[in-house]
């Protein structure tokens, strides 16, 4: 497809491209002359971005393409450091894989304290200008650093640094400016002075299971996709309905021709792995999907007219406060997802007929559990709750669907995840490998941050609180009551 007529407007009337560099006098020009173009050809502000992107060369677009594709980080470059090391924060950011030290690191710290390092990051990609690294970076909880490069990476790649110019050279290229610096405010590493630059880190697409303990040994729980129809298990979704309750069937709504191919591909997959089969039940709601975080969408059906005339179930669903409390003690943490868990219970055979569900596509009804039925929440805590009973209070926290391990050491962390495996491999429950976290000092759980050194509130979670706009209607306010009790 050739480029936009406005595109080539643009490229006609820019004098000049942009390559980077350390000179932010040359950067303002560039920008300023962009802007002058912009305002000439009444470019539409959607288009800004893009038109100026095509623009960057050299240094500047490596800068932009990396960090578009990944996290930008703060890296200190210290030949005082013999090692490399990462912040516990960007690796859970990130999610990378953690493996263990053959032997114990002891870390100097600038207040001359010694931290003991047992935890490693292996082969994790760094993208400095055009050349991609993959490093081996020890964890450490550092506060204002994201990465620390030091001797044994320098060294490796005959890496000069030079602080005068603020470059960085490879013994084989020309030097590489630095796009951005700023000043370490009061820190400083080894009593060595160094610099800051941005540059970029992604965490690995796929997850391998062979780098984390224990976790590699139970590759049937974390396949990529649920395999298929859910065995039998000792509960089955039901529905029971209000007395004189009859069926309720509602139009499809309308969907645009995007949601439209998304809802086709999703009623294809749920046919063949047999969670949905054709329906010919006098019931029927409306269907929508909903985006989740990682930007796919979730096939959700509208079931709020059945869940009015739906006995509740009254299974209690746990205080957030009582799960935290038997955290006390604990210094090692694993979370485990369930992948799609609720797709993971049958719905009672005499049942199936009231989640049905009609589009433009056909009319369908469920065979496993759905998303949106007002009794599903309890149902699974209550299955659960079943299947981790003996280990409840003692070293696992159930929430639904998520699962926290909890251990006071090392050791003791290996028997216990071993045991919640096991458990999920003879039930043929499947769990999401790139949502879960393993072998942690510190984790974000049901909207806390838990660590050796006690539980506290998520502050993400409170700076949602600072902006939420006032309640106006009841469900609103309601709301608002709801997620201020987990805080």
Same mark, same amino acid.
């Given at each position: 497809?050739g480029?936009?007529?406005?595109?080539?407007?643009?490229?006609r009337n820019?004098?000049?491209?942009?390559?980077?560099?350390?000179n932010p006098?040359?950067?303002?020009?560039?920008i300023?002359? +962009?802007?002058n173009?912009?305002?000439?050809?009444?470019? %539409?502000?959607?288009?800004?971005?893009?038109?100026?992107?095509?623009?960057?060369?050299?240094?500047?677009?490596?800068?932009c393409?990396?960090?578009?594709?990944?996290?930008?980080?703060?890296?200190?470059?210290?030949?005082?450091?013999?090692?490399?090391?990462?912040?516990?924060?960007?690796?859970?950011?990130?999610?990378?894989?953690i493996?263990s030290?053959?032997?114990?690191? +002891?870390v100097?710290?600038?207040t001359?304290?010694?931290?003991?390092?047992?935890?490693?990051?292996?082969?994790?990609?760094?993208?400095?200008?055009?050349?991609?690294?993959?490093?081996?970076?020890?964890?450490?909880?550092l506060?204002?650093?994201?990465?620390?490069?030091?001797?044994d990476?320098?060294?490796?790649?005959?890496?000069?640094?030079?602080?005068?110019?603020?470059?960085?050279?490879?013994?084989?290229?020309k030097?590489?400016?630095?796009?951005?610096?700023?000043?370490?405010?009061?820190f400083?590493?080894?009593?060595?002075q160094?610099?800051l630059?941005?540059?970029?880190?992604?965490?690995?697409?796929?997850?391998?299971?062979?780098?984390?303990?224990?976790?590699?040994?139970?590759?049937?729980?974390?396949?990529?996709?649920?395999?298929?129809?859910?065995?039998?298990?000792?509960i089955?979704?039901?529905?029971?309905?209000?007395p004189?309750?009859?069926?309720?069937?509602?139009?499809? =709504?309308?969907?645009?021709?995007?949601?439209l191919?998304?809802?086709k591909?999703?009623?294809?997959?749920?046919?063949?792995?047999?969670?949905?089969?054709p329906?010919?039940?006098?019931?029927?709601a409306?269907?929508?999907?909903?985006?989740k975080?990682?930007?796919?969408?979730?096939?959700?059906?509208?079931?709020?007219?059945?869940?009015?005339?739906?006995?509740k179930?009254?299974?209690?669903?746990?205080r957030?406060?009582?799960?935290?409390?038997?955290?006390?003690?604990?210094?090692?943490?694993?979370k485990?997802?369930?992948?799609?868990?609720?797709?993971?219970?049958?719905?009672?055979a005499e049942?199936?007929?009231?989640?049905?569900?009609r589009?433009?596509y056909?009319?369908?009804e469920y065979?496993?559990?759905?998303?949106?039925?007002?009794?599903?929440?309890?149902?699974f805590?209550?299955?659960?709750?079943?299947?981790f009973?003996?280990?409840?209070?003692?070293?696992?926290?159930?929430?639904?669907d998520?699962?926290?391990?909890?251990?006071r050491?090392?050791?003791e962390?290996?028997?216990?995840?071993?045991?919640?495996?096991?458990i999920?491999?003879?039930?043929q429950? =499947?769990?999401?490998?790139?949502?879960?976290?393993?072998?942690?000092?510190?984790?974000k759980f049901?909207?806390h941050?838990?660590?050796?050194?006690?539980?506290?509130?998520? %502050?993400?979670?409170?700076?949602?609180?600072?902006?939420?706009e006032?309640?106006?209607?009841?469900t609103? +306010?309601?709301s608002?009551?709801?997620?201020?009790? +987990?805080?």
């Amino acid at each position: 497809m050739g480029e936009s007529q406005g595109l080539v407007k643009f490229r006609r009337n820019t004098s000049f491209q942009f390559d980077g560099g350390y000179n932010p006098e040359k950067a303002e020009l560039w920008i300023k002359e +962009i802007e002058n173009i912009f305002r000439a050809m009444n470019c %539409p502000d959607n288009q800004k971005v893009n038109y100026a992107v095509f623009m960057l060369v050299g240094e500047a677009k490596y800068w932009c393409d990396s960090t578009r594709e990944g996290k930008t980080l703060n890296v200190l470059y210290d030949s005082g450091a013999t090692h490399s090391f990462i912040s516990n924060d960007c690796v859970q950011h990130l999610q990378l894989l953690i493996s263990s030290l053959e032997t114990n690191l +002891i870390v100097s710290t600038p207040t001359n304290e010694s931290i003991i390092a047992n935890k490693v990051c292996l082969g994790c990609p760094i993208f400095i200008g055009d050349r991609k690294f993959l490093i081996n970076l020890i964890c450490l909880p550092l506060s204002q650093l994201d990465v620390i490069l030091g001797m044994d990476w320098l060294s490796s790649n005959h890496v000069f640094l030079n602080c005068a110019e603020k470059s960085v050279r490879f013994s084989d290229s020309k030097d590489l400016s630095i796009l951005l610096s700023k000043p370490i405010s009061k820190f400083s590493w080894g009593k060595v002075q160094g610099y800051l630059i941005l540059s970029s880190m992604k965490a690995k697409e796929e997850v391998d299971l062979k780098n984390i303990a224990v976790v590699q040994n139970f590759p049937e729980v974390f396949p990529k996709d649920i395999l298929g129809f859910p065995p039998d298990r000792e509960i089955k979704f039901f529905i029971n309905l209000m007395p004189r309750t009859g069926p309720i069937s509602m139009a499809p =709504y309308r969907m645009s021709p995007s949601e439209l191919a998304e809802l086709k591909k999703q009623l294809e997959e749920f046919l063949e792995k047999k969670f949905i089969r054709p329906s010919v039940s006098p019931w029927g709601a409306p269907v929508l999907l909903v985006k989740k975080k990682d930007g796919s969408f979730r096939l959700c059906i509208d079931y709020r007219q059945l869940n009015k005339f739906t006995i509740k179930n009254k299974y209690p669903l746990p205080r957030i406060d009582d799960l935290m409390d038997q955290l006390r003690g604990a210094t090692v943490f694993s979370k485990i997802d369930l992948r799609s868990g609720y797709h993971q219970i049958k719905v009672k055979a005499e049942d199936i007929q009231k989640t049905a569900f009609r589009t433009r596509y056909g009319h369908y009804e469920y065979q496993v559990m759905p998303f949106g039925v007002t009794n599903a929440p309890a149902v699974f805590m209550d299955y659960m709750n079943m299947i981790f009973r003996p280990y409840l209070d003692h070293f696992v926290v159930v929430f639904i669907d998520d699962i926290l391990i909890y251990s006071r050491t090392h050791e003791e962390h290996e028997e216990h995840l071993q045991t919640v495996l096991q458990i999920l491999k003879n039930k043929q429950l =499947y769990a999401k490998l790139s949502k879960c976290e393993f072998w942690l000092e510190e984790v974000k759980f049901l909207g806390h941050v838990i660590s050796k050194d006690g539980v506290s509130v998520d %502050p993400s979670k409170v700076e949602a609180v600072l902006l939420w706009e006032p309640p106006k209607t009841v469900t609103e +306010i309601r709301s608002f009551f709801g997620f201020g009790r +987990i805080l």
